[in-house]
């Protein structure tokens, strides 16, 4: 299985600011003949199911802010919001989907209001 | 709008069983593959299995083959996950996410809310 490794495990950012989290995976998720990367982020509240946010580790799903983004290819993405708000608060998690179906989540990165 | 709800989760103890179910509304499941998802406690999700829309293939998590089966209803877009000689490590919240697309596990669009299930003696 790909391992997906997340950084760091929690992160205090101050409202209006922006808050950038890592995931790094075991193996390249990048597929060359088409050049997408197969990754995904996903936000979780408390006490709620995740929601997905990115795909193609940089496609914002519909209705997602565009404050989020997402970057990097090969073994190395980001996550990053640009302008923190009260409601972003969660934890967000990194999806491969390079091999299927056994995709495999990162640990997650926490995220609070400084 | 696409929603789904689990149910079936509770508290069963070591080697018993459990039926999970999950209803979808706004789609149709065969048109997709529908997954069963878990998290434990502070720990991110798992997958566990998927049912493939297209073909109605199967899927498994190494940690769960041979114990759970999943299994469809398409006349009443339900999907299920039949869990036996349940352990300890099978604790967690287990979600139903349906798929983009049909015929593997992709990125998952929509979740249920998920339905907890314990395994204790």
């Known amino acids: 299985d790909i391992v997906m490794t997340q950084s760091p495990k929690s992160l205090a950012v101050s409202l209006g600011e922006r808050a950038t989290m890592n995931c790094k995976s075991s193996?390249?998720?990048?597929?060359?003949?088409?050049?997408?990367?197969?990754l995904a982020w996903y936000q979780q509240k408390r006490g709620q199911p995740p929601k997905l946010l990115i795909y193609?580790?940089?496609t914002r799903e519909s209705g997602v802010p565009d404050r989020f983004s997402g970057s990097g290819s090969g073994t190395n993405f980001n996550l990053t919001i640009s302008s923190l708000q009260a409601e972003d608060v969660a934890v967000y998690y990194c999806?491969?989907?390079?091999?299927?179906?056994?995709?495999?989540f990162g640990q997650g990165t926490r995220l609070e209001i400084k | 709008e696409v929603q789904l709800l689990e149910s079936g989760g509770g508290l069963v103890r070591p080697e018993g069983s459990l039926r999970l179910s999950c209803v979808g509304s706004g789609f149709t499941i065969k048109n997709y593959a529908m997954s069963w998802v878990r998290q434990a406690p502070g720990q991110g999700p798992e997958w566990v299995s998927t049912i493939a829309g297209a073909s109605g293939g199967t899927y498994y998590a190494t940690s769960v083959k041979g114990r759970f089966t999943i299994s469809s209803d398409n006349s009443k877009n339900t999907v299920y996950l039949e869990m036996n000689d349940l352990r300890a490590g099978d604790s967690a919240l287990y979600f139903c996410?349906?798929?983009?697309?049909?015929?593997?596990?992709?990125?998952?669009?929509?979740w249920g809310p998920g339905t907890l299930v314990i395994v204790s003696s």
């Open positions: 193609w580790a940089s």
């Open positions: 996410a349906k798929d983009v697309i049909s015929t593997t596990t992709r990125y998952f669009d929509s």
């Open positions: 193996q390249s998720i990048l597929h060359n003949s088409i050049n997408k990367n197969y």
């Open positions: 999806q491969q989907y390079y091999i299927t179906p056994s995709i495999t």
